[in-house]
DNA sequence: CCTTATCGTAAGCCATAACTTACCGTAAGT
DNA sequence: ACTTACGGTAAGTTATGGCTTACGATAAGG
């Protein structure tokens, strides 16, 4: 359904590295962020980002907050790209068939 | 392969808008240019970028390029999304695994 | 040839978004 | 209560990327 915001999520890089980790193993905010090069709010950015296109969710635990992978994200984009199989086919059926009536 | 490139190709909204239209129909550029409120040559940008995420491939007619959907940046993605499934289930369950293991 | 149509590229501008430092709130331990 | 650990948010800076205008290159048509 939102499949924009999921799409514009994994665009960036450290965000889309980011969003691997997380998938590897869940994790919390200031474990993630010694991973990366760049600071501990930046990440807490980059986690919000993912969190709105679904694509991870948190889970507290006592101070932290436990991050994990959201399907529904995922699941988003691949419905969005599968559409285009039937979509591109259709439409190349279509073509076909309109240059045969112009002959 | 490169489902970066594909990823962020279509971050975009009027680049992604740009690659249904050619998914609906084949088409060249100045055709595709009016019906969008952006000019032509940002047309072109965009399908120089959606072309090295093999999203698109030109086919020349003339003096006219022939836009249509390659279907190699589309399956770079999905691709990559499935290896989430796999992914991230083995995470989750190495995840329970090493809990039990810290009881 | 000369003109016209079509399209890519270069240069520059501007809006967005990714990053930093600084700050604040909350939960847990002593 | 005080301190410490953890993490979200605000404000400001910088870099990226999408847009425009201007120009050049090529193919078709007269």
Known sequence: MAYDKAISALADPTRRSLF??????PN????LAQQFPVSRPAISQHLKVLQEAQLVKVQIAGTRR????DHVGLEAIKSYLDGFWNDA??????EIHKQNREH
């Open 20 to 25: 691997e980790k997380i998938a590897e193993r």
């Open 28 to 31: 919390n905010v200031a474990s």
């Open 66 to 69: 436990i991050y994990e992978i």
């Open 89 to 94: 086919l259709g439409a190349f059926a279509a």
